[in-house]
């Protein structure tokens, strides 16, 4: 029972981690066509976070949602850490990598080295402990990022910068979110975009978000920014960070970048280099891998 009741435990959190690496895919699309619109990356993130806390607002009220613990002091000081981490170092420096280079690239490297801080710092707060054979996994993995990075270094080091500092960021939140055991409800979801709208607004006083060009088109991208990538993919991180370890979670998110390059040759047109596919075999490779040894080592 405790062998099938783990399988289930793993199933899950590789079920949401994928459906999270997915719905995460679809922000650097969203977010290169509103910039091509005209629209500024800061503005991008401000509105996309206001609109997923109204969105989230009226929800709760509509349901008149309490949550079922108490939200204590230290539980909003926490929670304001993970969005700290979480909404505002990733939002922030994300939105500005993606005027700088494509969608993929900026996965890419984002999840990169997202997965190094969650390996090195699972470690150390949360006691996870490595096979050999895991640790080969995790630097295949990065050898697959460092493919990439070096292969746009020389086009944009600002892009590259930006997107391995929201990397580093997300991969914090990681960490935290499971260290502090945020809770996976809507409450929280609010909670943690809340606090990221007021990092957003403190770190950019002089931020003035006018939608002058605002239309349907336009509306409906902001929309979906803020329901796909901003609200479905964090939901269902958390969720996944119920059943598994931060360092599964995020080497099963590795997957987004593939996602990526999907959506952006369906949708922009944007194709990927040959050592970028090259990077992206060895992460996937390394997603495989992995999962299959932690599988091993849970029976």
Same mark, same amino acid.
Not at 176 to 185: G, H
Not at 189 to 202: A, K, R, T
């Given at each position: 029972?405790?062998?099938?009741?783990?399988?289930?435990?793993?199933?899950?959190?590789?079920?949401?981690?994928?459906?999270?690496?997915?719905?995460?895919?679809?922000?650097?699309?969203?977010?290169?066509?509103?910039? =091509?619109?005209?629209?500024?990356?800061?503005?991008?993130?401000?509105?996309?976070?206001?609109?997923?806390?109204?969105?989230?607002?009226?929800?709760?009220?509509?349901?008149?949602?309490?949550?079922?613990?108490?939200?204590?002091?230290?539980?909003?000081?926490?929670?304001?850490?993970?969005?700290?981490?979480?909404?505002?170092?990733?939002?922030?420096? &994300?939105?500005? =990598?993606?005027?700088?280079?494509?969608?993929?690239?900026?996965?890419?490297?984002?999840?990169?080295?997202?997965?190094?801080?969650?390996?090195?710092?699972?470690?150390?707060?949360?006691?996870?402990?490595?096979?050999?054979?895991?640790?080969?996994?995790?630097?295949?993995?990065?050898?697959?990022?460092?493919?990439?990075?070096?292969?746009?270094?020389?086009? &944009?080091?600002?892009?590259?910068?930006?997107?391995?500092?929201?990397?580093?960021?997300?991969?914090?939140?990681?960490?935290?979110?499971?260290?502090?055991?945020?809770?996976?409800?809507?409450?929280?979801?609010?909670?943690?975009?809340?606090?990221?709208?007021?990092?957003?607004?403190?770190?950019?006083?002089? &931020?003035?978000?006018?939608?002058?060009?605002?239309?349907?088109?336009?509306?409906?991208?902001?929309?979906?920014?803020?329901?796909?990538?901003?609200?479905?993919?964090?939901?269902?991180?958390?969720?996944?960070?119920?059943?598994?370890?931060?360092? &599964?979670?995020?080497?099963?998110?590795?997957?987004?970048?593939?996602?990526?390059?999907?959506?952006?040759?369906?949708?922009?047109?944007?194709?990927?280099?040959?050592?970028?596919?090259?990077?992206?075999?060895?992460?996937?490779?390394?997603?495989?891998?992995?999962?299959?040894?932690?599988?091993?080592?849970?029976?």
């Amino acid at each position: 029972m405790l062998v099938v009741n783990g399988v289930i435990m793993q199933t899950l959190g590789v079920l949401f981690a994928t459906m999270a690496a997915f719905l995460n895919s679809t922000s650097g699309i969203i977010t290169r066509q509103l910039i =091509a619109l005209g629209y500024y990356p800061m503005a991008i993130a401000i509105v996309k976070c206001n609109i997923a806390v109204l969105l989230l607002s009226l929800f709760l009220l509509f349901k008149r949602f309490r949550p079922t613990y108490r939200v204590s002091f230290p539980y909003l000081i926490n929670s304001a850490i993970c969005s700290f981490f979480g909404i505002f170092t990733l939002f922030y420096f &994300e939105t500005k =990598a993606y005027a700088l280079l494509t969608a993929p690239v900026v996965v890419f490297i984002l999840i990169g080295s997202s997965a190094i801080t969650t390996f090195l710092l699972g470690t150390f707060f949360q006691k996870e402990r490595k096979s050999t054979k895991q640790i080969i996994y995790i630097s295949t993995a990065m050898i697959g990022m460092t493919i990439i990075v070096l292969n746009q270094i020389n086009f &944009e080091p600002r892009g590259v910068i930006f997107a391995s500092v929201s990397g580093v960021g997300y991969g914090l939140y990681l960490v935290f979110a499971r260290y502090f055991r945020i809770k996976s409800d809507i409450f929280t979801l609010w909670l943690i975009i809340g606090f990221g709208v007021i990092f957003l607004y403190i770190s950019s006083p002089s &931020e003035v978000v006018i939608l002058n060009n605002l239309n349907t088109s336009s509306l409906i991208s902001f929309v979906l920014l803020a329901l796909l990538p901003t609200l479905g993919g964090f939901f269902c991180t958390t969720k996944a960070l119920r059943y598994s370890d931060s360092s &599964e979670v995020q080497l099963i998110e590795l997957s987004e970048p593939i996602f990526s390059v999907i959506l952006s040759v369906l949708i922009l047109l944007e194709g990927i280099q040959l050592k970028d596919f090259l990077g992206a075999v060895l992460i996937l490779s390394s997603i495989y891998l992995y999962h299959r040894e932690s599988n091993k080592q849970s029976i």
